[in-house]
């Protein structure tokens, strides 16, 4: 019987083994970029699950783990193959809901499940890829189920077996694969998730598995890669991709509406959808249009575009045009940040960041000039600390335009970033460290001073243009007539609220010493010595304080 530690082990180990070989899943690929980056696009939605489990306990049921691993693939999923995977789990989850242990019978069960949630969401399922590979596991796991009731790491070894069977034979399908002399790449992907899992459900590490790639021989030989497809195969140019938050007062809530919509004017349509979000994925030549009839159901909260004909392009031209100035790695691992302000750069870089990227409100950084700082960083696998919500999406870009390795954690301001750098250990792996930095970031709650660019009413906040206002975790809760009483008052919401221990005051290059030093004896007058407080390099523009809480 398998138990929710079982599966949150096998989540971790599912998404290092994919990570270590999302490289090579994304060389299959016929098809062009951005759904040409398949195993990069994987690994993510892979990570969101393991960063979710990771903070699980080992008493949690299997049941309420699977619930968890969906939901938060739903969230992080990316491209069509992450979209496509998080349905798999979903329905996955579906199946062992309220278990506490889970057997053979009951597992083959939640695999068909996963299967038939995922035809049902793809507008028009194409044989030879993912779909048929986990159908063809799912209906294998339930012939040995007949024999193996309770036995369930006998009925998922089977099931993988035959996983790798129908990834061999996806060429027979899709005559594009056999001509370029590959198998299916999001298949390829999800054998690798499958074989990652076993090891969890064995109580084996990710290493201690022979994990090899299923390609025949003469596949190898024959490979031509995706540049060898014409451009003008290309009969929809954008890739669009977004997530919905659904609000109260949406006024269409029937996605499978939407599905069919979509579907008129655009392919690889998939909708995906809970109590709470709308995932949506499609391929078209209007994206505007797109975007149009998502939004009566609610808010989007994530979004990108992408024009595969121009990706294509840049790839027909080949890599050495994508990497300039691409320095020789002499470590093995590096950081780049974005900030803004001398004082938070010379923090940044004494904590051990290699590249500051200038950037932040008003200013994001593009994704070329993200780029051009990873390949400044002369290092095998560089992290990468937006510090802000609106440059994470740029930074996910460089993940696919790189030979070198990039993880992205998902830091939103830079107090985060700090503490994300704090937690670093060049010692640790990949994986490790991107799941430790991203909880220590996780554990930061942020307050920012800044001023109103223009009158506003904000949740009942009359705000006036020029007045000092304060945001605690990007929500606008205070406004004052000065910089010093309204990061007084988001201070001590943030500890109160969060049940901080820690204070740290970043002074922005518009306030002075002795207001910061007004700030500070305020703060320790308030806590007494029951609260840690303390000022550290700040110099940003825009916000008259950055305060983290810890």
């Known amino acids: 019987m398998l138990s929710g530690k079982m599966l949150r082990d096998g989540i971790l180990s599912a998404s290092q083994c994919l990570g270590f070989h999302k490289g090579e899943v994304d060389a299959l690929n016929v098809f062009p970029v951005p759904d040409g980056d398949t195993g990069t696009n994987m690994s993510m939605t892979m990570t969101a699950a393991a960063r979710e489990v990771s903070l699980l306990g080992d008493e949690n049921g299997f049941g309420a783990t699977a619930e968890r691993i969906a939901s938060a693939m739903l969230r992080g999923a990316r491209g069509n193959s992450g979209v496509i995977l998080s349905l798999v789990f979903r329905g996955f989850a579906g199946g062992v809901k309220g278990e506490k242990h889970v057997g053979g019978a009951v597992l083959a069960d939640a695999l068909s499940r996963g299967s038939d949630a995922a035809y049902k969401a793809v507008m028009k399922p194409t044989e030879g890829t993912i779909l048929t590979v986990v159908r063809e596991a799912s209906r294998k796991a339930k012939e040995a189920a007949q024999n193996k009731a309770n036995d369930a790491v006998a009925v998922w070894s089977a099931a993988l077996q035959a996983a790798r069977e129908a990834l061999a034979a996806t060429p027979n399908f899709l005559p594009v694969l056999r001509q370029a002399g590959v198998v299916d790449a999001g298949g390829q992907g999800f054998v690798y998730i499958m074989e990652g899992l076993l090891t969890g459900f064995m109580g084996k590490e990710a290493s201690e598995l022979d994990l090899p790639v ?37 006024a269409e809530s029937d996605t499978d509406k939407l599905r069919k919509k979509l579907g008129e004017f655009g392919d690889c349509v998939v909708v995906v959808d809970d109590a709470e979000i709308v995932k949506v994925h499609v391929h078209s030549n209007q994206p505007g249009t797109v975007l149009n009839l998502a939004q009566p159901y609610g808010q989007f909260i994530e979004m990108k575009i992408e024009n595969m004909r121009k990706q294509h392009a840049q790839m027909g031209a080949g890599s050495a045009a994508q990497e300039p100035g691409i320095v020789p790695a002499t470590k093995k691992f590096g950081i780049v940040a974005v900030a803004a302000g001398d ?84 010692g640790a792996g990949i994986e490790t460290n991107h799941v430790q930095m991203q909880r220590a970031a996780e554990r930061v709650q942020t307050g920012l001073v800044t001023y109103a660019a223009r009158e506003s009413n904000i949740d009942g906040l009359e705000i006036k243009k020029g007045s000092v206002i304060g945001l605690e ?7 004052e007539t000065e910089p010093v009483t309204a990061a007084y008052r988001v201070a001590r919401h943030l500890v109160r609220h969060h049940n901080g221990s820690m204070v740290t005051v970043y002074p922005g290059e518009d306030v002075t010493e002795a207001q910061t030093q007004q700030l500070l004896d305020m703060l320790e007058k308030r806590y007494n010595g029951n609260v840690e407080v303390s000022a550290a390099q700040g110099g940003q523009p825009l916000y008259y304080y950055m305060i983290a809480v810890e």
């Open 214 to 250: 299923i390609l025949d021989e003469p596949f190898r030989k024959e490979r031509k890669g995706p540049a060898a497809l014409n451009p003008d195969e290309i009969t929809y140019a954008y890739c669009t991709e977004f997530l919905v938050e659904r609000t109260a007062d949406a």
């Open 343 to 426: 004082g938070l750069a010379t923090l940044l870089q004494e904590l051990g960041v290699d590249e500051v990227v200038s950037g932040g409100q008003s200013m994001n950084p593009s994704t070329e000039d993200l780029l051009r700082a990873i390949h400044r960083v002369p290092a095998e696998h560089v992290f990468v600390l937006p510090n802000n919500k609106n440059i994470i999406m740029a930074a996910e870009q460089t993940e696919t335009l790189t030979s070198r390795g990039v993880s992205v954690v998902h830091t939103r301001s830079v107090p985060q970033g700090v503490a994300a750098v704090l937690e670093f250990d060049p």
């Open 473 to 479: 975790n990007g929500k606008l809760t205070v406004t």
